[in-house]
């Protein structure tokens, strides 16, 4: 059963753009939802992680939000980097107990200059 | 400050055979997570150790094992290996200790890609 889908599958901007990927989740359980980016040959990496009680979180050109009753997030890049190509993952967990992350099937974006 | 290490970064079994896949976590971090990612799809859970007890695990059969030893590093062991286990295989670190609780952040490592032939 995949608990938190991710949209799109990959999506393509042109530099300066603002690409959005959209993620749902199903288990009210959940309290933390992050963002990982992974490049080719790496570990996905922390970028932006949200709590519930709050609609939107901002840290540099990454935004959050968070819709708890559509029980869906999106992440937003502003002014988009060709840097920025990468694969991003969403995902879902509890913070409290012993932690397993569920994550989205991720989406592939590349950034054009 | 090291990050997650993990060995071998490469491998290659045939069908049947054993592997071990080994993790080091972050300085300070005392929980070792595995997951498997498939190529173009998401890491999937695999286990959680802590205080060298498997504490959670995902849906994977009875061949996929681990181990935390004392100094928090950790062994993944697939037995009976089979073409669907190539994957790359990432560790994960976090603290439980640090914050009282989860601090919700995984730190993971580059992976060990395994490919069954």
């Known amino acids: 059963q995949q608990q938190v889908k991710q949209s799109p599958q990959s999506l393509i901007v042109q530099k300066g753009g603002i690409p959005i990927i959209n993620c749902a989740y199903e288990n009210t359980a959940f309290d933390y939802f992050p963002w990982y980016q992974q490049f080719p040959g790496k570990g996905p990496a922390l970028l932006i992680a949200?709590?519930?009680?709050?609609s939107e979180k901002k840290e540099g050109r990454f935004t959050i939000s968070f819709n708890k009753s559509a029980k869906q997030f999106s992440l937003h890049i502003m002014d988009s980097q060709p840097g920025d190509s990468a694969t991003y993952f969403c995902a879902a967990s509890t913070i409290w107990g012993y932690q397993k992350v569920t994550f989205g099937t991720g989406t592939k974006l590349q950034v054009i200059p | 400050d090291a990050g997650v290490t993990q060995s071998p970064t490469h491998l290659i079994k045939t069908r049947g055979q054993q592997v071990t896949l080994r993790c080091s976590p972050k300085s300070g971090h005392d929980t070792v997570s595995w997951y498997q990612q498939a190529l173009g799809q998401g890491p999937q859970f695999i286990f959680q150790y802590y205080e060298e007890e498997e504490r959670q695990r995902g849906n994977f059969p009875d061949r996929f094992s681990g181990h935390q030893f004392p100094n928090y590093s950790s062994e993944l062991n697939v037995n009976a290996l089979l073409l669907g286990d190539s994957a790359l295989y990432l560790c994960?670190?976090?603290?439980?200790?640090?914050?009282?609780?989860?601090?919700?952040?995984?730190?993971f490592g580059e992976g060990s890609r395994l490919t069954v032939l």
């Open positions: 994960a670190s976090s603290s439980k200790r640090l914050a009282g609780g989860n601090t919700g952040e995984l730190f």
């Open positions: 949200i709590r519930p009680d709050v």
